[in-house]
């Protein structure tokens, strides 16, 4: 799948609705990479953190929407310590999952991990998704 870039999705309202949304400039990220670095569940997601961020910039929302990357961050804000700009992923990961539901994407909800996954995730992770769920 090859996904155009443009002027009008860069600037467009995507990447307006996620700031305004998270309250964090997506453009401070120059992409360092130590979001990922220490994100302990990075090997599970499709998108790495500071890409998930790129995504943002170019204005690839239907990619990031589509992506479980938003639903797997468990909000440990080990990113958030990590960069040296202050940015705050969680909270653009919190932002659109937001948007994704409000489009009608729904992920799960904690009663729908299998019970495999449940045995070898990490606890944050299961406190994160009832919290982020409101289950």
């Known amino acids: 799948m090859r996904t155009e870039i443009s002027a009008r999705k860069v ?6 609705q996620v700031e305004e949304l998270s309250g964090q400039s997506v453009w401070a990220c120059y992409q360092c990479g130590c979001c990922s670095s220490g994100c302990p569940i990075a090997e599970e997601m499709d998108l790495l953190p500071n890409q998930v961020i790129r995504y943002v910039q170019l204005g690839m929302e239907e990619e990031l929407l589509a992506s479980k990357t938003i639903w797997l961050c468990v909000s440990c804000f080990q990113c958030f310590a990590r960069c040296p700009r202050g940015i705050d992923i969680s ?45």
């Open 11 to 16: 600037k467009g309202e995507f990447l307006h």
């Open 91 to 135: 909270k653009i990961m919190d932002a659109l999952r937001q948007m994704a539901m409000a489009g009608g994407v729904d992920r799960f909800g904690p009663g729908e991990i299998p019970s495999a996954e449940l045995a070898r995730a990490p606890q944050q992770a299961l406190v994160t998704v009832v919290r982020k769920l409101g289950a």
